[in-house]
């Protein structure tokens, strides 16, 4: 059995990608950060349709409990599903946040590139030991940092999504030795909790977004967790180094 490792996967689309690996055979360990409920109700959802998860915590801008988290995942590896490495690791726990740029601080700019880019970058430094060779590895960016849409506010969020989707061509290069595959996702607006529930909050922002997408809608968690999942598996066994924006002609 393939076993992959998604981190933020509580809600929305880390919810979504662990769901849709699961459902293509994949044991999943799964993470959350503050949000235990929503994770077990992932797990609850993998082992209703016959999967398997482990739900365990993580802050993914705390590097320094990322041993700690290796150790957890090793063991869960043995004890769940008796094998000492992963074929998957979905980068997709983050949050965004709106900073107009004159009220930026050093703390606010630390806290994003912490938990955008450099949590990522060194969870996966952490995690190449239990990698297997021939593993898959994707990141959660944004098309924030591709899109000429730009939006006020969001220039250190997309500055660190961009710094990601640049590490992920470089590790791809790094790791192809031991043919480990690292692709990036760049989602457009999607209905996630992402901004504290911001389309639950503000529904009125849907219908301009939707008007400025070319399929005439907002994404859906599933829309991203589907080809997360396809990247993570052997349908995408050809695809490195590739920065694949998912938002259905947003901004065309």
């Known amino acids: 059995m393939r076993v992959a490792i998604v981190t933020g996967a509580s809600s929305g689309i880390g919810q979504s990608a662990a769901v849709q690996l699961a459902a293509r055979g994949a044991?999943?360990?799964?993470?959350?950060?503050?949000?235990?409920?929503?994770?077990l109700?992932?797990?609850?959802?993998?082992e209703k349709d016959g999967g398997?998860?482990?739900?365990?915590?993580?802050?993914?801008?705390?590097?320094?409990?990322?041993?700690?988290?290796?150790?957890?995942?090793?063991?869960a590896l043995r004890e769940r599903w008796d094998r000492d490495t992963v074929d998957a690791l979905v980068n997709n726990a983050g949050f965004a946040e709106?900073?107009?740029?004159?009220?930026?601080?050093?703390?606010?700019?630390?806290r994003l590139v912490h938990g955008l880019f450099k949590g990522p970058y060194f969870l996966t430094q952490t995690l190449?030991?239990?990698l297997a060779d021939g593993?898959?590895?994707?990141?959660?960016?944004?098309?924030?940092?591709?899109?000429t849409q730009v939006e006020p506010g969001y220039s250190v969020y997309a500055a660190a999504k961009g710094a990601l989707a640049v590490a992920t061509r470089y590790l791809a290069k790094e790791l192809s030795p031991r043919g480990i595959r690292v692709n990036a996702v760049a989602p457009g607006p999607t209905r996630t909790r992402l901004a504290d529930d911001a389309f639950e909050r503000f529904p009125e922002v849907i219908a301009p977004i939707a008007a400025r997408t070319a399929l005439g809608r907002v994404g859906e968690p599933d829309d991203i967790g589907m080809v997360v999942a396809m990247l993570?598996?052997?349908?995408?066994?050809?695809?490195t180094a590739q920065h694949l924006e998912v938002a259905g002609g947003y901004g065309l």
């Open 27 to 39: 044991g999943v360990v799964l993470t959350y950060h503050r949000n235990e409920a929503g994770a």
């Open 41 to 46: 109700d992932t797990v609850a959802r993998i």
């Open 52 to 75: 398997t998860a482990v739900a365990l915590p993580l802050d993914v801008a705390d590097a320094t409990a990322f041993p700690a988290f290796r150790d957890a995942v090793a063991a």
């Open 98 to 110: 709106a900073v107009p740029f004159p009220d930026m601080t050093p703390d606010r700019f630390d």
């Open 128 to 130: 190449l030991p239990l």
């Open 135 to 147: 593993a898959a590895v994707v990141n959660v960016t944004s098309n924030s940092a591709l899109s």
């Open 232 to 239: 993570a598996g052997d349908e995408g066994r050809w695809i």
